[in-house]
């Protein structure tokens, strides 16, 4: 044998068979990582008012859709907080940071809307009841099994997160049909086992926590957001006897052009110029942005108004955990910057016709159009986020001719007459129900029907001209959003803080007496 | 006796050259000595590299608690044989170039030595990140790159195996019968 072949070659077969010898043992003797999951039996006084699925199976979510894929709770110990993300994915953090999704369970307005609805049914299930919301807005919460009358399991740093990075990086599966939270979440395998350190050298365990084949499949396509934003309440969340539809955004883009040329919700609510996009898309461009953010740009423009000052992190529930008041200020006037442009971009109205004679009854006829959202104008939860048009018709000497859907911003009320869209929330009284009392909800209405993706609803008024009106006629029409009813802040919220409408778009016109155009 | 026969042609080899000038003559022992414990520690280190490697790949993932310390020394064993790698081809190609005589065994080497240095900068690259986290910065490829670079790394790893066995069956220099 070859002299060198002897030497090094013997040096390199020992080398490598012990030290696989020894890898092989230690892979023996070392423990794999134990099973994460807690069994429901495990904690003590969990509830279960609402019985088992069809299989047989203990539905402790239930009436909220989301589940675990080992159907156990989570370990409080192990739910890592947005705020260990951030150690290494600090751009991703700050995004999220200031979006809607990073507040959905801390928000003031949800937290007392929460109570307000629990309180209401306290005597029965209210405690688990609450689950049907925590399961969208706190599922870190739901999963930890402490949506309760008796809490007896740990909190953890991620429950007060809302929609934290953990959630979404561990779903593996979406309901759209469904909605109300179907979303499965493999919540029990996100553990990292290695130190953060070796993650950089060797990032597969983190991808199998975090990132694992069917989660990145999911996370992409907008039958994932549906899950969430798709809600029906039936008798064991409401007063209603049926199923009724709240909200249906997923369905809304599902009929539209956008769904059709597979533009989903991620293209446009994550992308890192939102508007741009949208605009891009008016002139007929379909491209995926080259890259996906966490801001969640959409149309909650009151917990993004830095003009509040203290108000908004009260509003906000505080500063998020892992970040500095100033820096968390700043993304958020960053987020407004951009949820002012993308509600800017999505309605655009149009004087199709105006005849206005002295004396005479005349008609203006004002489209609304929505021009830039890929779900109906207004989306959502409508019976608080709601648009109303104000048409505004004053002759040569400033004479009002027409004047509907004034806002009253010292009472924080708008013109009951003025052409809405909204959802109406009814109680078995038929009395409506304007501060989200989603148990005591028995019936759902429209007050008009919701502006489609690229439809629009055009809006005739009758105006009666006085014998001496002088031209030419001015014609100014704007459209309001606003994202909550006064009575909500009053009733639930109990403060004094008047929710200031958004102005969406604005036309305006003139024209000579006794003309159509 | 076939050592000292190899022994005996590389300073026949040596010698009509010229090349390696008296320092190297009056202390040849010396040089061995060095040259010796660097290709071993080389060797080594490699060696325990791929195995560790190769457990890292194919058997981490079902106990991550064991993977965690395996990688541990996969990480110190590569850093370390690229270390003693560059310190032993500075003395083994100055001084191996002009002593071999084959051109396939030239060629062989060449591809070797490159596969090698394409090993261990995947390797290095690899644990980049892992080395500025420690020193304080965090930073990292994305995902798939790392995924990429690790594959090659894997690659790699078997093929400049079966090189190593090449280069160390290959005769190194011209038959005792072709010397001049």
Known sequence: MKRQLKQYGLIALLSFGSAAAVVATGALVVQPPADLGVNIADVPYYKLPYGKDEQGSDRPFWPSRVKTADGKFADPKNIPSAAACVKCHVQEFEEWAASLHAISGRDAVYDKTIDFNEDFKKASTGPEQVRFCEGCHEPAEVILGRTNRVVSTMPSDAETEGLNCVICHTATHADAEKGNGALTISINQATDHLHNALIMASPRDHARAFGAKATNALITKSEFCAACHVEKYDSEVSKSPGSIQVQTTFSEWQKSWYAKNDVSCQDCHMNPDPAGFVEQLKRGVVAKPGRYVHTFVGSNYLMTETALGSNLFFLRGGIIPGMSAKRYLEVIEKQKAETHRLLKSAARLEIRSAQLGAGKKGLVSVAVMNVGAGHNLPTGVSDQKYMWLELDVKDAKGRKLHHSGWFDAKRGEHDPKSVTWMERFWDEQGKQIKDHLTFNTAAIDLTRALVPPRGEDVVDYAIEAPGDVEGPISIQAKLWYRVALQDLVHNVLRADIVVPPFLLTEVSATLPVGEGH | ?180
Not at chain 2, 48 to 64: E, V
């Open chain 2, 1 to 180: 006796l076939q050592e000292r026969r190899e022994q005996h042609v590389t300073d026949a080899l040596i010698e009509p050259t010229k090349r390696i000038q008296g320092a190297a003559f009056e202390r040849p022992d010396v040089r061995r000595r060095r040259w010796s414990w660097l290709a071993k520690g080389t060797t080594a280190s490699l060696g325990i590299s791929l195995a560790t490697g190769l457990h890292l790949y194919f058997f981490a993932p079902f106990n991550w608690n064991a993977g965690q310390i395996v990688l541990g020394v996969h990480l110190a064993a590569g850093l370390l044989a690229t270390a003693l790698f560059v310190a032993w081809q500075i003395e083994h190609m100055t001084k191996g170039l002009r002593l071999a005589r084959s051109r396939a065994f030239l060629v062989v080497s060449w591809l070797y030595f490159a596969l090698y240095v394409v090993l261990l900068t995947s390797g290095v690259a690899i644990a980049a990140p892992f080395l500025l986290y420690l020193a304080g910065f965090v930073w990292f490829y994305k995902f798939e790159t790392t995924d990429l670079i690790a594959k090659l790394h894997l690659y790699l790893a078997v093929t400049t195996t079966v090189c190593f066995f090449a280069h160390l069956l290959m005769p190194h220099w011209p038959k005792k019968r072709n010397l001049p």
